[in-house]
């Protein structure tokens, strides 16, 4: 099965397991040595435990604040990251720009979040007249536009893998799956608050629970925006918002994209999908001209449609102002804002306390004004020589995969053509994109988060139906700058490396050149692998969906990496509790794959000449130690064995530990059969 969200990096695992670290606590990197030696335990033989010999001091040093779950690199960097963007918008707020300006918006949207006074007087006012409007539906017709207008481009299916939205559906645009040279409207299942339809439907005890406390919250939803019947109505609520989720698929059949791919004509709309207006709905959406959509859960979309027909208008209507209170819960009141948090942030996530004011400010600034924030972040944080040095990596990594996919046997020729071609054309990003979007059309008031809220929404979705039928920019970028992330577009085929997680310490442009390939570089050819990798296979050069490996291509390739599920297997965190290899195959191929190119490139980088040592360490060694690095992180137990159960990632003490795969770690650390992680040679799995 190809799971979509395996094309992310590792690092949306950490992040979701915990935000950040007090950086005097990290792995702090030693300016232009690279590699943190103090981070190191010299004490543990590298050939016996080298995650533990790499960072076995930090391991040991490292205190979690009791809000966390995690702390590792990807946490500190974060955290680093908002620190800058707190820096962009406090000069902002200083420079009293002209209106209009990037920097104005910047300033006034974070001034708005701020202002909790003006929230309080202007909120509840500012959402009653939205309220009101729904209150005046009552034929199907008018159910249909309100429907349709309440439609907002908050889904990604393939690059961020965002399938949730509260809509009755969300709409993502995108390169089409059959024309990928021009961009095409999908249209997803939505229509439900909690995360997926396991919650409404799961018959275990603490799912139970949760919907208990789900009602009491929608409840309280309505009574705080001033809605009576608030207990009748979360009754309602639940059962309608159930109802939906039973026509819903799961998770993993919407990351299937093999069945996602259902070109429906909008005249088609109303025979497969009966119940809702169509015409009506598209008109109100501003997608009446539109003739073709991709539908990507068909049976949802016709089994929600089914619902508009079936069940009440009253129905329909306290589930809308049900939606639209939680959507603007935090720039309504106080009362609503501490509501929903006390529900999504503590039941459902075990979140004891809100992060402060300012940083969610923060946040809420760099995502709603993602490209102004981001411009300024890349002129301030990531000079064009570190552009150009990464992009030289970048160069020197595609150069060894080549040679590579070149010298592999057991693939047969078409598909290592395809592979070669699609190597060719892939567009690497690095740092930010190449042209600015505008933020124009996005009006933003001092003191007016709701207008400021509601107005993003729609900038965004006006934003997407304008590039409906254009030629796709396979340059676009689907991050910002200051995310500290990467990301696979596989219908764009290209990766963007966003300029936060090009600081130290993955890459830092001062220090040697063994520590950058082991670090990046090694997570820049994982990255560069899963394009031509079973999960790769679904989609060919051009971004069109077509499976270029033949099934001997297959076969071989799952002989080769049962071994690789069978070493993950062995690890045993806690006693009886093992890794599952199966599980984290995908990314531990992608680990060793990166591991092998980049260590190719880095030689490459050398021309001939001898890696300048550091602390005593020759380059080689310098390289591997920079990768065992990156996996530096100290976990809680629970948090930990969820990962186990849950996570298509492997831990990153495991991660590290996959040097034994490569024959330059023996090498380096002259390895010996009577090392724990020995393996013979035969046994090393190499893939590409
Ligand atoms: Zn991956």
Redo the contacts with the bound molecule.
């Keep these: 099965m190809t799971s979509l969200t395996?094309?992310?990096?590792?690092l949306l695992i950490l992040c979701a397991l915990g935000a950040s670290a007090s950086p005097a606590q990290t792995p702090a990197e030693t300016p232009d040595t690279g590699i943190s030696i103090p981070a190191m335990d010299p004490a543990v033989r590298p050939g016996d435990n080298f995650y533990l010999y790499a960072n076995g001091t930090y391991v040991s040093q490292t205190k979690l604040p009791s809000d966390r779950a995690a702390l590792g690199v990807f946490n500190t960097l974060g955290d680093l990251s908002y620190k800058q963007v707190a820096s962009i918008i406090e000069d902002a707020s200083k420079s009293n720009a002209p209106d209009g300006s990037d920097q104005r918006k910047i300033a006034d949207l974070y001034k708005s979040y701020m202002d909790e006074a003006a929230i309080e007087s202007h909120g509840l006012p500012a959402l009653k007249p939205h309220l009101a409007e729904i209150d005046t539906i009552h034929t199907p017709r008018e159910l249909a536009r309100a429907l349709g207008q309440s439609i907002r481009a908050d889904v990604d299916a393939l690059n961020l893998g965002q399938f949730h939205t509260a809509n009755l559906f969300g709409l993502w645009v995108a390169p089409s799956f059959n024309d990928p040279n021009h961009y095409a409207p999908y249209l997803l299942q939505g229509g439900i608050e909690l995360p997926n339809r396991d919650y409404y439907l799961a018959d275990s005890g603490s799912m139970k629970e949760v919907r208990a406390k789900y009602r009491t919250h929608i409840a309280a939803m309505f009574r705080l925006a001033g809605l009576s019947d608030p207990e009748a109505r979360a009754i309602r609520v639940l059962a309608f918002e159930t109802a939906i989720a039973k026509q819903q698929l799961s998770l993993a059949d919407s990351e299937d994209i093999h069945k996602a791919n259902n070109p429906w004509h909008a005249a088609d709309f109303t025979a497969k999908a009966p119940g809702l207006d169509w015409p009506e709905f598209f008109r109100a959406a501003g997608l009446e001209k539109q003739d073709t959509f991709i539908v990507w859960q068909p049976t949802a979309i016709t089994g929600e449609a089914a619902l508009v027909a079936s069940q009440s208008i009253d129905g329909w209507k306290d589930l809308l102002a049900y939606h639209l209170i939680e959507a603007y819960a935090s720039s309504t009141s106080k009362a609503l804002a501490d509501e929903r948090f006390a529900f999504f942030g503590t039941t459902l996530s075990g979140t004891p306390q809100q992060r402060p004011r300012d940083f969610r400010a923060q946040v809420l600034v760099s995502a709603t004004l993602g490209g102004p924030v981001g411009k300024i972040y890349a002129q301030r944080f990531f000079p064009p020589e570190a552009k150009a040095q990464v992009e030289s990596m970048v160069a020197n990594l595609i150069a060894a995969f080549h040679a590579r996919l070149e010298n592999i046997t057991w693939m047969a020729p078409a598909t290592k053509k395809e592979a070669l071609t699609k190597l060719g054309t892939l567009k690497v990003s690095v740092g930010y994109p190449d042209h600015w979007r505008s933020y124009a059309a996005y009006h933003v008031s001092p003191d007016n988060l709701f207008a400021n809220l509601w107005n993003a929404g729609l900038f965004e979705y006006h934003y997407s139906l304008s590039r409906i039928g254009q030629p796709t920019d396979r340059n676009e970028w689907c991050m910002e700058p200051q995310t500290v992330n990467a990301v696979n577009l596989p219908l764009d085929n290209s990766l963007n490396f966003p300029a936060a997680i090009l600081q130290p310490p993955f890459f830092d442009p001062k220090a040697p050149a063994a520590h950058n390939y082991g670090a990046i570089g090694t997570i820049i050819g994982?990255?560069i692998s899963?394009t031509f990798d079973s999960e790769g296979a679904a989609f060919d050069s051009e971004g069109r969906v077509r499976n270029w490996w033949t099934p001997e291509d297959l076969k071989h390739f799952e002989t080769v990496t049962s071994a690789l599920a069978a070493q993950y297997d062995t690890y045993e965190p806690f006693p009886g509790v093992h890794v599952k290899g199966k599980q984290v195959l995908?990314?531990a191929i992608?680990d060793v794959a990166g591991l092998a190119a980049a260590f190719d490139a880095f030689h490459a980088s050398l021309k001939g000449t001898a890696a300048p040592r550091v602390a005593n360490f020759n380059g080689d060694q310098q390289f591997f130690i920079a990768f065992g690095q990156n996996w530096a992180s100290v976990t809680r137990d629970a948090a930990l064995r969820q990962q186990i159960l849950t996570d298509p990632?492997p831990p990153g003490q495991y991660r590290a530990l996959t040097v034994r795969n490569e024959d330059g770690w023996y090498t380096a650390f002259d390895i010996q059969p009577t090392d724990k992680l020995y393996l013979a040679p035969k046994d090393r799995v190499r893939i590409w």
Aim: glycine residues 8%; aromatic residues 0%.
């Design positions: 395996r094309r992310i990096l590792p994982h990255e899963h995908g990314e992608a990632h």
